[in-house]
């Protein structure tokens, strides 16, 4: 049962446009959700995260959006740079109970930015 | 600060062997967690550390196990590999491993490449 699904497992765009990676989750007791990115032979970097208790969070040139109602969430990357070329994993969690160092992640989407 | 160092990066054994991987946190974070990565799985989470105590444990047979130790490193041991087990296992820390705030996030190692052959 995959509780966090990413269901585009590629995304293309051009340098400087809008890119938007999506991920949804069947689980409604998850209350973080967090965005990472993976370079090959890296472990996954930390990008952003959003509390359930917000709908929106923004930093530099990457917003998350969580519809709550929807389970989505959503990453935009504003304006795609080549370097920003990667496999974006959304991760989800429970928090305040026993689920510690646990995250739920969806299977990835490779985002290729074209110059 | 340094980041979160995994040891080996990359290692070949046969079915049947144990292996042994290490982690060392960054400094300061006490909880260690530990994940499976393999192409047809994605990220699995194996199990989390917290001042040398198993807090939490993935669906994972018990031929995997894991230990920290009380300068927060830990250690993960697969007995008995199987083909199956070849993955990238995946280190991360943080400070208290509750996940609840943007300073409280996991922060990833490199990862070490475990082939079984």
């Known amino acids: 049962d995959q509780q966090v699904k990413q269901n585009s497992p590629s995304l293309s765009v051009q340098e400087g446009r809008i890119s938007i990676l999506n991920c949804d989750y069947t689980?409604?007791?998850?209350?973080?959700f967090l965005w990472y990115k993976k370079y090959p032979a890296e472990g996954p970097t930390f990008l952003i995260s959003i509390s359930s208790i917000k709908d929106k969070n923004e930093d530099g040139r990457f917003t998350v959006f969580l519809n709550k109602s929807a389970k989505h969430l959503s990453l935009h990357i504003v304006p795609s740079q080549p370097g920003d070329s990667a496999v974006y994993f959304c991760?989800?969690?429970?928090?305040?109970?026993?689920?510690?160092?646990?995250?739920?992640f969806g299977q990835g989407t490779i985002l290729t930015v074209h110059p | 600060k340094a980041g979160v160092t995994q040891t080996p990066r990359y290692l070949i054994k046969t079915r049947g062997q144990q292996v042994t991987l290490s982690c060392s946190p960054i400094s300061g974070h006490r909880s260690v967690s530990w994940y499976q990565q393999t192409p047809g799985q994605g990220l699995q989470f194996l199990f989390e550390?917290?001042?040398?105590?198993?807090?939490n444990k993935g669906n994972f047979p018990g031929r995997f196990s894991g230990r920290q130790f009380s300068n927060s490193r830990s250690e993960m041991n697969v007995s008995t590999l199987e083909l199956g087990d070849s993955a990238l296992y995946l280190c991360?820390?943080?400070?208290?491993?509750?996940?609840?705030?943007?300073?409280?996030?996991?922060?990833f190692g490199a990862g070490s490449r475990l082939t079984v052959l």
């Open positions: 991360a820390s943080s400070l208290t491993g509750t996940g609840d705030s943007g300073a409280n996030v996991l922060t």
């Open positions: 550390y917290f001042s040398e105590t198993q807090r």
């Open positions: 991760a989800a969690s429970l928090t305040g109970g026993t689920s510690y160092g646990k995250l739920t």
């Open positions: 689980n409604s007791m998850f209350d973080y």
